[in-house]
């Protein structure tokens, strides 16, 4: 994050602050402490959140300032968060507010108080401020690197500089995909974390450092947990005090009912009984795949308009498109047709490649697909290989 520059005046002001006895007294009367809150039932909400406390010990204000906000009515909300183009912007409110709303989600919050000097504070305190200005407030957002958690990362590199020591070297030694930190917040929800596995590629499975993994809240916490400042008097913690203001239980996770795994089987089941009875009685039930390779290849059309469409660097490279290709919306007209098409069966053997072609990726690691989808890729390499077979013998017994 590039923090904005300050104004003429505002570096007047600072050094006026600081060239007077004032700006000690004044900077003691503040505590600052980083609010770390536990995901959320919601997609949105599912990966926490982090703010930052400001109180004003002797008026008593208690302020929050928040990076996470957004604007559910701003226009085209959805397509521009598809994109890449919704913006962020940071917003400020009361912590009672604040706390309120996560009490009304039963959802738990955490401070650490930062060991900050009166130099550090007031240096802190002016650059929320300067972000808090109209012009400054708003940012484009960034899931993995610009987020309400990185950006109050980068202001403590701003303040602290070299004196701020993270640590990061201490963080576990098991190194952990992108992926994989999403899936530790949304494993539970099955089809929020297949959308995101089909959406985003094969940047999500390149192996995130200490630092890149504190795009969520709950691992900045534990950095924060971890860093030192050094080199203004005796080196001490930059967590000073922690407390607990809202502890709730978490939820236990349930992948329900009705979930991916369990419908994508049952379709794969399906496929397998109806391709065995139709061999048997020389018939292709094209039926079932006029629906299956349509859906596949709607699919297909969204990931690649994502793909070249989005500003969100995560949606390239996406090799979901091999076996969900929107090529496969042709293969509608091509079954339809009363008469055979040769180049029906042509293409039919370049979908069964790309299909094979994506568990070839799978298995060397190039990306990794959500676990859901093995049973739909089996269907689509079963299908393909039946029909290629059978098409041109079959075709005047369609049904």
């Known amino acids: 994050m590039n923090l904005k520059k300050k104004s003429f005046f505002q570096i007047i002001f600072s ?108 240096a802190l305190m002016e650059l929320l401020e300067i972000n808090y200005m109209p012009q400054n407030r708003a940012y484009r957002y960034d899931f993995f690197y610009d987020n309400c958690a990185t950006r109050i990362i980068d202001l403590m590199d701003e303040v602290l500089g070299d004196q701020l020591v993270w640590h990061n070297e201490e963080q576990q030694a098991v190194e952990k995909t992108f992926r994989q930190l999403i899936d530790e917040k949304v494993f539970y929800m099955p089809w929020s974390d297949l959308g995101i596995d089909l959406a985003l590629g094969s940047r999500l499975d390149q192996d995130a450092s200490p630092r890149e993994e504190q795009f969520l809240p709950s691992y900045m916490e534990e950095a924060f947990a971890r860093a030192e400042i050094e080199g203004d008097g005796p080196t001490r913690s930059l967590v000073s005090n922690n407390r607990v203001i809202l502890d709730f239980q978490a939820p236990q996770g349930t992948l329900g009912t009705f979930n991916p795994y369990l419908l994508f089987w049952i379709v794969a089941i399906l496929f397998i009984i109806t391709t065995y009875i139709g061999f048997k009685k020389k018939k292709l039930f094209i039926g079932f795949d ?110």
């Not at 859901?372 to 039946?386: A, E, F, G, H, Q």
């Open 290 to 399: 006029l629906a299956f390779f349509g859906i596949l290849g709607l699919v297909g059309l969204v990931m690649a308009a994502l793909w070249i469409a989005s500003d969100i660097p995560s949606t390239k490279y996406n090799w979901n498109i091999l076996w969900a290709f929107p090529g496969h919306l042709l293969l509608i007209p091509g079954l339809l047709s009363k008469t055979f098409k040769p180049w029906v069966k042509q293409y039919l053997l370049i979908a069964l490649i790309l299909a094979d072609a994506a568990i070839v990726f799978w298995i060397l690691g190039w990306q990794s697909f959500h676990p859901s989808l093995i049973p739909l890729m089996l269907v689509v390499i079963l299908r393909t290989n039946y029909l290629y077979y059978n098409l041109e013998r079959f075709k005047k017994r369609l049904v």
């Open 15 to 122: 050094f006026i602050l600081l060239s007077t006895g004032f700006s000690e007294s004044y900077a003691q009367q503040y505590r600052i402490s980083l609010l770390t809150c536990d995901p959320g039932e919601e997609i949105y909400s599912s990966f926490g959140h982090s703010a930052v406390r400001v109180q004003d010990l002797q008026t008593g204000q208690d302020l929050v300032y928040n990076y996470g906000t957004f604007d559910f009515g701003a226009p085209n909300f959805v397509l521009n968060f598809a994109t890449g183009r919704l913006d962020y912007f940071l917003s400020r409110s009361t912590f009672e507010r604040f706390i309120a709303e996560y009490n009304y989600f039963e959802r738990s919050v955490r401070e650490q108080e930062l060991a900050l000097n009166q130099a550090q504070k007031l």
